[in-house]
């Protein structure tokens, strides 16, 4: 797949605000600064379409993006959260798990964990909710390039096996760099097969 088109649709503050169509939706989520905004626009090959910023926790709204006209990328707020106060994390938790549970056009929700860093608690508890709730997702180990290879596989040995402590079977998983644009094509082929998969479906 080739990402040939992508506009910025709207945002919305809740589930409620978002896009009343039938087309399919993936989404990206992960915890604050870890390269959410910069993967996405990596992969629409457009370095202004996400805002990114220096400031953790600058995504605290729903933002749909129409790729090619076919499919919606869902730029979701972080976990995490930075520097925000009380009210505004509890605002954002439930903007996070009324999308993931409720948006029924959702295929799959993408986790972005850092590649340099050991399985953060607060991934561990949000993929674990994943799974209790039944929510498909794979995992992106965002800024490879960060990283010597022996390092990265390394601490991605690491993280999975953590992981096999909750699963039996370790949920997809992707390497990638914005900056070196690893990962790209194959993220870009795994989100076609499934857009192809749901469309089958839906025509039996």
């Given at each position: ?24 939706e ?73 999308y ?29 909710w ?32 953590e992981?096999s ?13 914005a ?21 089958l479906?839906?025509?039996?």
């Amino acid at each position: 797949m080739e990402i040939k088109k992508a506009i910025f649709k709207q945002s919305a503050s809740s589930i409620f605000g978002c896009p009343k169509t039938n087309l399919q939706e993936y989404a990206f989520i992960g915890r604050s600064n870890v390269g959410k905004s910069s993967l996405i626009n990596m992969l629409c090959n457009n370095n202004k379409l996400a805002k990114t910023s220096a400031t953790p926790g600058k995504t605290q709204l729903i933002n749909h993006f129409l790729i090619n006209e076919n499919w919606f990328l869902v730029d979701l707020p972080g976990y995490g959260f930075a520097k925000t106060n009380k009210d505004t994390r509890s605002k954002i938790e439930t903007i996070i798990y009324d999308y993931c549970k409720k948006r029924e056009n959702l295929v799959c929700l993408f986790i972005l964990l850092d590649s340099r860093l050991p399985l953060q608690r607060i991934d561990l508890e949000f993929m674990i909710w994943c799974g209790e709730n039944e929510i498909p997702f794979s995992i992106i180990y965002t800024k490879a390039d960060k990283n010597g290879k022996n390092e990265l596989t390394k601490n991605i040995k690491n993280i999975e096996k953590e992981l096999s402590k909750n699963w039996e079977e370790l949920p997809n998983s992707f390497i990638s760099s914005a900056e070196k644009k690893t990962g790209k094509e194959e993220l870009l082929r795994f989100i076609e097969f499934h857009y192809k998969e749901v469309k089958l479906a839906a025509k039996k």
